[in-house]
């Protein structure tokens, strides 16, 4: 079957620009998280949803990033007014449960923003 | 199960006048509420973030109440601008964050 994907792949913008960048998990995972991966660096969590609810949103850097998922599948990160340090790939999982340690978590291929 | 409901879905006002927004939730543990405005194409933009011990917090024309026994907020709008025309979305956290559906404010001329 299909697995998580992500769209755009690529996205260039301005600095001070608003973008959204969209996660399709795998069918019936119930848990979905964002990540963010900086060139050289592991991924950095973000947020983590479990169902429509944002089960631990403590990545997010500040009120510039936001996260929605409405009907627990689809989600999408929002990011304003975005900074050149906000240039990162930027890495949506999803898992069946979210629970349990072996709750493997299944990768997207990223979308890589740059900001100019 | 936590939820987070808003009222009026939508609403229409003239430019001056003054609003009020609900948001009732059954959120347990409570940890906070946010009130954030939303403007079409944007992103969401905090304007209050409340917790169990505060009752009010004004930020400019916008005042939120927080009753923590009730599980009832709302979203006061002072003397309405054109440019106030955007959805108002409620967050509340506990363990996670419950969204509510946002209500979306239009104010004309």
């Known amino acids: 079957g299909a697995g998580v994907s992500q769209t755009p792949s690529n996205k260039v913008t301005e600095k001070g620009k608003y973008v959204e960048l969209r996660c399709d998990p795998i069918?019936?995972?119930?848990?979905l998280y964002w990540y963010r991966q900086s060139l050289g660096q592991g991924p950095e969590f973000l947020i983590y949803?479990?169902?429509?609810?944002?089960?631990?949103d403590s990545g997010l850097p500040n009120d510039r990033f936001f996260a929605v998922r409405p009907e627990g599948s689809v989600s999408t990160l929002k990011i304003q007014r975005t900074e050149r340090g906000d240039s990162a790939v930027y890495l949506c999982?999803?898992?069946?449960?979210?629970?349990?340690?072996?709750?493997?978590?299944?990768f997207g291929p990223g979308t890589r923003l740059t900001v100019l | 199960k936590n939820q987070v409901e808003q009222s009026p879905q939508s609403l229409i006002i003239l430019e001056g006048k003054n609003c009020t927004l609900q948001?009732?939730?059954?959120?347990?543990?409570?940890?906070?509420l946010r009130w954030y405005k939303q403007d079409t194409g944007r992103g969401p933009v905090s304007l209050t973030i409340?917790?169990?011990?505060?009752n009010t917090k004004s930020n400019g024309r916008y005042t939120a109440t927080l009753d923590a026994d009730t599980k009832q907020s709302s979203l006061h709008i002072t003397a309405s601008q054109l440019s106030d025309s955007a959805s108002y979305i409620c967050v509340v956290k506990g363990n996670m964050l419950t969204f509510g559906g946002g209500t979306r404010l239009m104010v004309k001329p």
């Open positions: 999982a999803s898992s069946l449960t979210g629970s349990g340690v072996v709750d493997t978590q299944y």
């Open positions: 949803f479990q169902g429509t609810g944002a089960a631990d």
């Open positions: 409340m917790t169990f011990s505060e």
């Open positions: 948001c009732n939730y059954t959120v347990s543990p409570f940890s906070n």
């Open positions: 069918s019936g995972h119930t848990a």
